[in-house]
Protein backbone atom coordinates (compact mmCIF):
# COMPACT_ATOMS: atom_id res chain seq x y z
CA UNK A 1 0.00 0.00 0.00
CA UNK A 2 0.92 3.38 -0.54
CA UNK A 3 0.10 7.03 1.52
CA UNK A 4 0.48 9.10 -1.10
CA UNK A 5 -1.60 6.83 -3.51
CA UNK A 6 -4.29 6.48 -0.76
CA UNK A 7 -4.29 10.12 0.00
CA UNK A 8 -4.50 11.49 -3.31
CA UNK A 9 -7.65 8.94 -3.79
CA UNK A 10 -9.58 9.85 -0.87
CA UNK A 11 -11.65 13.54 -0.39
CA UNK A 12 -11.09 13.35 3.27
CA UNK A 13 -7.96 16.03 3.75
CA UNK A 14 -6.27 13.36 5.98
CA UNK A 15 -3.22 12.79 6.36
CA UNK A 16 -2.09 9.04 5.68
CA UNK A 17 1.07 6.87 6.64
CA UNK A 18 1.42 3.35 5.89
CA UNK A 19 3.81 1.12 7.79
CA UNK A 20 4.56 -2.59 7.06
CA UNK A 21 4.29 -3.87 9.92
CA UNK A 22 3.64 -2.93 13.79
CA UNK A 23 2.47 -4.38 16.66
CA UNK A 24 -1.11 -2.11 17.06
CA UNK A 25 -2.06 0.80 15.55
CA UNK A 26 -4.11 2.12 17.81
CA UNK A 27 -1.19 1.78 20.29
CA UNK A 28 1.15 4.07 17.87
CA UNK A 29 -1.85 6.58 17.24
CA UNK A 30 -1.91 7.20 20.93
CA UNK A 31 1.46 7.33 21.64
CA UNK A 32 1.86 9.88 19.29
CA UNK A 33 -1.97 11.84 20.03
CA UNK A 34 -0.14 14.65 22.07
CA UNK A 35 2.06 15.57 18.97
CA UNK A 36 -0.16 15.75 16.42
CA UNK A 37 -0.80 18.46 14.43
CA UNK A 38 -4.85 17.01 12.89
CA UNK A 39 -6.28 13.85 12.32
CA UNK A 40 -4.45 11.32 10.67
CA UNK A 41 -4.81 7.81 9.10
CA UNK A 42 -1.87 4.98 10.52
CA UNK A 43 -2.59 1.82 7.94
CA UNK A 44 -0.29 -1.44 8.93
CA UNK A 45 0.53 -3.80 6.04
CA UNK A 46 0.62 -6.56 8.54
CA UNK A 47 -0.32 -6.03 12.14
CA UNK A 48 0.91 -8.61 14.84
CA UNK A 49 -0.57 -7.49 17.88
CA UNK A 50 -3.98 -6.52 17.23
CA UNK A 51 -6.10 -5.42 20.03
CA UNK A 52 -10.28 -5.83 21.08
CA UNK A 53 -11.99 -4.60 23.87
CA UNK A 54 -10.57 -5.49 27.05
CA UNK A 55 -7.46 -6.93 26.56
CA UNK A 56 -9.33 -8.98 23.54
CA UNK A 57 -6.80 -10.26 20.82
CA UNK A 58 -7.18 -8.75 16.84
CA UNK A 59 -6.31 -11.49 14.48
CA UNK A 60 -5.25 -10.48 11.15
CA UNK A 61 -2.79 -11.52 8.27
CA UNK A 62 -0.70 -9.34 5.56
CA UNK A 63 -2.50 -11.09 2.52
CA UNK A 64 -5.78 -11.26 3.48
CA UNK A 65 -6.78 -8.18 6.05
CA UNK A 66 -6.98 -4.22 6.33
CA UNK A 67 -5.82 -3.03 9.75
CA UNK A 68 -5.77 0.77 10.40
CA UNK A 69 -6.25 3.30 13.04
CA UNK A 70 -7.51 6.63 12.73
CA UNK A 71 -6.78 9.78 15.09
CA UNK A 72 -9.60 12.49 15.21
CA UNK A 73 -9.78 15.09 17.61
CA UNK A 74 -12.96 16.25 19.29
CA UNK A 75 -14.05 19.41 20.78
CA UNK A 76 -15.74 18.98 24.72
CA UNK A 77 -15.18 15.82 27.23
CA UNK A 78 -14.92 11.93 27.19
CA UNK A 79 -18.87 12.79 27.07
CA UNK A 80 -18.95 14.15 23.79
CA UNK A 81 -18.01 10.84 22.29
CA UNK A 82 -21.01 8.69 24.06
CA UNK A 83 -22.12 6.31 20.62
CA UNK A 84 -18.96 7.33 19.11
CA UNK A 85 -18.05 3.21 18.31
CA UNK A 86 -21.27 3.03 16.84
CA UNK A 87 -21.52 5.94 14.83
CA UNK A 88 -18.25 4.28 13.13
CA UNK A 89 -20.18 1.03 12.56
CA UNK A 90 -22.36 2.91 10.84
CA UNK A 91 -20.28 4.13 8.67
CA UNK A 92 -17.83 1.14 7.93
CA UNK A 93 -21.53 -0.56 6.84
CA UNK A 94 -22.47 2.27 4.28
CA UNK A 95 -18.97 2.32 3.16
CA UNK A 96 -19.20 -1.32 2.27
CA UNK A 97 -23.16 -1.78 1.60
CA UNK A 98 -22.03 1.33 -1.50
CA UNK A 99 -19.54 -1.13 -2.77
CA UNK A 100 -21.65 -3.74 -3.06
CA UNK A 101 -21.53 -5.86 -0.13
CA UNK A 102 -24.78 -6.32 2.64
CA UNK A 103 -23.49 -5.98 6.29
CA UNK A 104 -25.18 -5.59 9.26
CA UNK A 105 -24.64 -4.38 12.52
CA UNK A 106 -23.83 -6.05 15.94
CA UNK A 107 -24.16 -4.08 19.13
CA UNK A 108 -22.02 -2.54 20.33
CA UNK A 109 -19.64 -2.19 17.88
CA UNK A 110 -18.83 -5.30 14.97
CA UNK A 111 -19.47 -5.26 11.48
CA UNK A 112 -21.26 -8.64 10.82
CA UNK A 113 -22.06 -10.67 7.55
CA UNK A 114 -24.07 -13.57 7.01
CA UNK A 115 -24.23 -13.85 10.78
CA UNK A 116 -20.14 -13.49 11.36
CA UNK A 117 -17.94 -10.94 12.54
CA UNK A 118 -16.16 -9.18 9.70
CA UNK A 119 -14.90 -6.33 11.47
CA UNK A 120 -14.13 -5.12 14.66
CA UNK A 121 -14.04 -1.38 16.04
CA UNK A 122 -12.07 -0.38 19.04
CA UNK A 123 -12.07 3.56 19.74
CA UNK A 124 -9.69 4.28 22.53
CA UNK A 125 -9.45 8.10 23.77
CA UNK A 126 -7.02 10.56 25.67
CA UNK A 127 -7.31 13.76 26.37
CA UNK A 128 -5.67 16.37 24.56
CA UNK A 129 -2.95 18.86 25.07
CA UNK A 130 -4.79 21.87 24.00
CA UNK A 131 -8.26 20.67 25.23
CA UNK A 132 -10.31 17.82 23.83
CA UNK A 133 -9.90 14.69 23.56
CA UNK A 134 -8.15 12.43 21.20
CA UNK A 135 -10.21 9.22 20.08
CA UNK A 136 -7.94 6.87 18.70
CA UNK A 137 -10.39 4.44 16.10
CA UNK A 138 -8.84 1.06 15.00
CA UNK A 139 -10.60 -0.69 12.77
CA UNK A 140 -9.64 -4.45 11.43
CA UNK A 141 -11.43 -5.77 8.42
CA UNK A 142 -11.52 -9.59 7.35
CA UNK A 143 -10.64 -9.52 3.43
CA UNK A 144 -10.61 -12.99 3.21
CA UNK A 145 -11.10 -15.86 6.20
CA UNK A 146 -8.56 -18.55 5.76
CA UNK A 147 -10.01 -22.41 7.38
CA UNK A 148 -6.87 -21.25 9.51
CA UNK A 149 -7.31 -18.05 11.11
CA UNK A 150 -10.99 -19.49 11.80
CA UNK A 151 -9.27 -22.26 13.38
CA UNK A 152 -7.37 -20.23 15.38
CA UNK A 153 -10.46 -18.06 16.52
CA UNK A 154 -12.29 -21.39 17.86
CA UNK A 155 -15.50 -19.82 16.09
CA UNK A 156 -16.25 -19.27 12.89
CA UNK A 157 -15.57 -15.75 11.16
CA UNK A 158 -16.65 -13.61 7.66
CA UNK A 159 -14.20 -12.43 4.77
CA UNK A 160 -14.94 -9.98 1.73
CA UNK A 161 -13.54 -11.87 -1.36
CA UNK A 162 -15.35 -9.30 -3.47
CA UNK A 163 -13.61 -6.44 -1.85
CA UNK A 164 -10.15 -8.47 -1.56
CA UNK A 165 -10.11 -7.76 -5.40
CA UNK A 166 -10.17 -4.37 -5.40
CA UNK A 167 -7.19 -2.22 -5.08
CA UNK A 168 -6.11 -2.00 -1.53
CA UNK A 169 -5.46 1.85 -1.79
CA UNK A 170 -8.21 2.93 -3.36
CA UNK A 171 -10.36 0.67 -0.78
CA UNK A 172 -8.83 2.27 2.23
CA UNK A 173 -9.63 5.68 0.40
CA UNK A 174 -13.13 5.18 0.23
CA UNK A 175 -13.20 3.88 4.02
CA UNK A 176 -11.52 6.96 4.98
CA UNK A 177 -14.14 9.43 3.00
CA UNK A 178 -16.98 7.24 4.79
CA UNK A 179 -15.17 7.47 8.11
CA UNK A 180 -14.23 11.25 7.94
CA UNK A 181 -17.57 12.00 6.68
CA UNK A 182 -19.23 10.47 9.69
CA UNK A 183 -16.97 11.61 12.30
CA UNK A 184 -17.55 15.12 11.30
CA UNK A 185 -21.34 14.46 11.38
CA UNK A 186 -20.99 13.09 15.00
CA UNK A 187 -19.13 15.93 15.97
CA UNK A 188 -21.89 17.96 14.86
CA UNK A 189 -24.90 16.22 15.94
CA UNK A 190 -23.96 13.44 18.13
CA UNK A 191 -25.53 9.83 18.06
CA UNK A 192 -28.88 10.68 17.13
CA UNK A 193 -27.57 11.19 13.97
CA UNK A 194 -26.94 7.66 13.52
CA UNK A 195 -29.43 6.17 15.69
CA UNK A 196 -31.94 5.11 12.80
CA UNK A 197 -29.77 4.19 10.62
CA UNK A 198 -27.87 1.84 13.21
CA UNK A 199 -31.44 0.31 13.46
CA UNK A 200 -31.59 -0.33 9.67
CA UNK A 201 -28.86 -2.35 10.04
CA UNK A 202 -29.38 -4.05 13.13
CA UNK A 203 -28.46 -7.93 12.96
CA UNK A 204 -30.54 -9.69 15.76
CA UNK A 205 -33.36 -7.06 15.62
CA UNK A 206 -36.54 -8.33 17.57
CA UNK A 207 -34.29 -11.66 18.37
CA UNK A 208 -34.00 -13.05 21.97
CA UNK A 209 -30.01 -12.41 23.06
CA UNK A 210 -28.30 -12.56 26.29
CA UNK A 211 -25.74 -10.20 27.82
CA UNK A 212 -22.61 -12.08 29.21
CA UNK A 213 -20.22 -10.54 31.79
CA UNK A 214 -17.01 -12.74 32.18
CA UNK A 215 -18.54 -15.57 30.45
CA UNK A 216 -21.79 -15.35 32.45
CA UNK A 217 -25.72 -14.35 31.30
CA UNK A 218 -26.38 -11.15 32.94
CA UNK A 219 -29.21 -10.39 31.30
CA UNK A 220 -31.60 -11.99 28.61
CA UNK A 221 -34.44 -10.16 26.40
CA UNK A 222 -35.47 -9.90 22.91
CA UNK A 223 -32.91 -6.44 20.89
CA UNK A 224 -34.91 -3.75 20.38
CA UNK A 225 -32.48 -1.83 18.88
CA UNK A 226 -30.33 1.24 20.17
CA UNK A 227 -31.67 4.65 21.82
CA UNK A 228 -30.02 8.26 20.20
CA UNK A 229 -27.00 7.41 23.17
CA UNK A 230 -26.10 4.01 21.53
CA UNK A 231 -27.63 1.89 24.40
CA UNK A 232 -28.73 -1.12 23.76
CA UNK A 233 -32.88 -1.48 24.13
CA UNK A 234 -33.46 -4.83 25.93
CA UNK A 235 -37.05 -5.77 26.35
CA UNK A 236 -37.02 -8.17 29.05
CA UNK A 237 -39.54 -9.71 31.75
CA UNK A 238 -39.54 -6.76 33.48
CA UNK A 239 -39.72 -4.37 31.16
CA UNK A 240 -37.65 -2.31 28.89
CA UNK A 241 -34.00 -2.18 30.14
CA UNK A 242 -31.87 -0.01 28.12
CA UNK A 243 -27.67 -1.39 28.24
CA UNK A 244 -24.43 0.62 28.46
CA UNK A 245 -21.34 -1.12 26.63
CA UNK A 246 -19.47 -1.71 29.42
CA UNK A 247 -17.48 -4.87 29.45
CA UNK A 248 -20.34 -6.75 28.15
CA UNK A 249 -20.90 -9.49 24.92
CA UNK A 250 -24.25 -10.07 23.42
CA UNK A 251 -25.12 -13.41 21.73
CA UNK A 252 -27.93 -14.72 20.27
CA UNK A 253 -29.58 -17.17 22.53
CA UNK A 254 -28.81 -20.58 21.31
P1 LIG B 1 -17.49 -10.56 21.18
O1 LIG B 1 -17.35 -10.64 19.68
O2 LIG B 1 -17.00 -11.76 21.88
O3 LIG B 1 -18.82 -10.08 21.62
P2 LIG B 1 -16.27 -8.02 21.31
O4 LIG B 1 -17.36 -7.49 20.49
O5 LIG B 1 -15.94 -7.32 22.55
O6 LIG B 1 -16.49 -9.52 21.69
P3 LIG B 1 -13.83 -7.24 20.08
O7 LIG B 1 -13.17 -6.86 21.31
O8 LIG B 1 -14.32 -6.19 19.15
O9 LIG B 1 -15.00 -8.24 20.37
O10 LIG B 1 -12.89 -8.22 19.23
C1 LIG B 1 -12.16 -9.24 19.86
C2 LIG B 1 -12.77 -10.59 19.60
O11 LIG B 1 -13.01 -10.78 18.21
C3 LIG B 1 -11.82 -11.73 19.97
O12 LIG B 1 -12.08 -12.15 21.26
C4 LIG B 1 -12.10 -12.82 18.93
O13 LIG B 1 -13.11 -13.70 19.40
C5 LIG B 1 -12.67 -12.09 17.76
N1 LIG B 1 -11.70 -11.92 16.64
C6 LIG B 1 -10.38 -11.68 16.69
N2 LIG B 1 -9.85 -11.52 15.47
C7 LIG B 1 -10.88 -11.65 14.60
C8 LIG B 1 -10.99 -11.60 13.19
N3 LIG B 1 -9.95 -11.34 12.40
N4 LIG B 1 -12.21 -11.81 12.65
C9 LIG B 1 -13.30 -12.05 13.40
N5 LIG B 1 -13.26 -12.12 14.74
C10 LIG B 1 -12.07 -11.91 15.35
Same mark, same amino acid.
Given at each position: M??AHI $?A ?5 ? *??EVV ?5 T ?10 ? *? +????L?? %?H????R?R???S? @??S??G???F? @? ?5 ? +?PQ???? @??L $??G? *? ?14 ? !??N???? =????LA?I?? %?T???P? +??? !???I???L ?7 ? %????G??A? +?V ?7 RD???A *?????L??AL???A???F???S??W??RHA !??G %?????L ?7 E?? $??G????GR?L? =? ?9 A ?9
Open positions: NA $ARSRSGV *AVGETGSNADLLARAAGL *A +GPLLVA %EQTAGGAGRW @LSAESLTS @LAWRFEG +GALTG @LP $AIV *ALAETISALGVQVQLK !WPDVLK =DGDKGLV %EQNAG +GGV !WAVGIGNLLMPDEM %EARLRSA +GPWLARMETLV *ALLDGAAREFARGGAFARNL !WQ %ETVVLDAGKVVQGL $AAVDDSLL =DTVDGRMPVLGDVSLRVKA
